[in-house]
């Protein structure tokens, strides 16, 4: 019996947005991915202003794309080639959802992985069952502030380098980096330093926690590799209050 366009939008919810004329439809089956699309505007403004800056044709990698709201944005809006990597099953699944439903699939390439400074099987533990969650860790059982994480499961999850993919020719060198993994972002750094060194990477877009060592550390690296950060930038992007306070998107450009 076929359904009704009520009953299937009922059965398979969504919401679609438009961008300069373009238009986009994202998978909603819960309420936290409907808030992910609802709030794509003022969550982080700066990332968009960011994926503005791409010229067609070129390479955005998106290391913890979720359910790919970035990913789809950047392929839409800016006809860039995206090799996303969200080891999460749920996330995963309904990102392939969101590249179908937008026919981008000549454009986008998602896989079921984790990036980190070392290739393997390891375990995800999941802070967050509902789908499009976050702040789970690849590995080591430890929070965004590196504190003990006690996960509601754990799922199995394979992670590479990211110099190790562009060597084997898995996936090109970008020309442009994500890097949002919840805590985790210096080891992914770690596995991408010789990446990070050519020059065809113009720029990286990094979560950071400015309250960990670790993270100011990565930040001063990147500079020391060429790849500059603006402070005014940070500083509209800081979190200024609540449990994230202190986190803060860097966008750093060569």
């Keep these: 019996m076929s359904l009704t366009l009520e009953e299937y939008e009922r059965l398979n919810p969504h919401c679609a947005i438009e961008h300069e004329g373009v238009g986009m439809v994202f998978a909603t089956p819960g309420q936290l991915t409907r808030w992910r699309v609802e709030s794509i505007y003022t969550k982080e403004p700066w990332t968009l202003e960011w994926i503005a800056t791409f010229q067609a044709g070129e390479v955005l990698l998106d290391c913890g794309a979720n359910v790919g709201m970035y990913t789809i944005w950047a392929a839409?809006?800016?006809?860039?080639?995206?090799?996303?990597?969200?080891?999460?099953?749920?996330?995963?699944?309904?990102?392939?959802?969101?590249?179908?439903?937008?026919?981008?699939?000549?454009?986008?390439?998602?896989?079921?992985?984790?990036?980190?400074?070392?290739?393997?099987?390891?375990?995800?533990?999941m802070a967050d069952m509902r789908v499009g969650g976050s702040c789970h860790s690849v590995d080591e059982a430890l929070d965004f502030e590196h504190k003990p994480l006690k996960a509601l499961f754990v799922q199995g999850c394979v992670a590479a380098t990211l110099d190790e993919l562009v060597a084997d020719g898995a996936v090109p060198v970008?020309?442009?980096?994500?890097?949002?993994?919840?805590?985790?972002?210096?080891?992914?750094i770690a596995g991408a330093r010789a990446t990070l060194a050519n020059p065809a990477v113009r720029s990286v877009l990094i979560e950071t926690n400015q309250n960990l060592e670790d993270h100011r550390a990565m930040v001063l690296e990147l500079n020391a590799m060429g790849l500059m950060h603006d402070r005014a930038q940070v500083q509209r992007?800081?979190?200024?209050?609540?449990?994230?306070?202190?986190?803060?998107?860097?966008?750093?450009?060569?």
Excluded: W
């Design 237 to 254: 992007a800081e979190r200024k209050e609540g449990t994230f306070k202190g986190v803060a998107e860097h966008v750093f450009r060569r």
């Design 76 to 125: 839409a809006t800016r006809k860039v080639r995206v090799y996303a990597f969200e080891p999460e099953s749920q996330n995963y699944a309904l990102l392939n959802r969101n590249i179908q439903n937008n026919k981008l699939q000549d454009l986008v390439k998602a896989y079921c992985m984790g990036l980190s400074d070392k290739a393997g099987l390891f375990d995800l533990h």
């Design 174 to 188: 970008p020309n442009h980096i994500k890097i949002d993994v919840d805590g985790f972002e210096p080891k992914v």
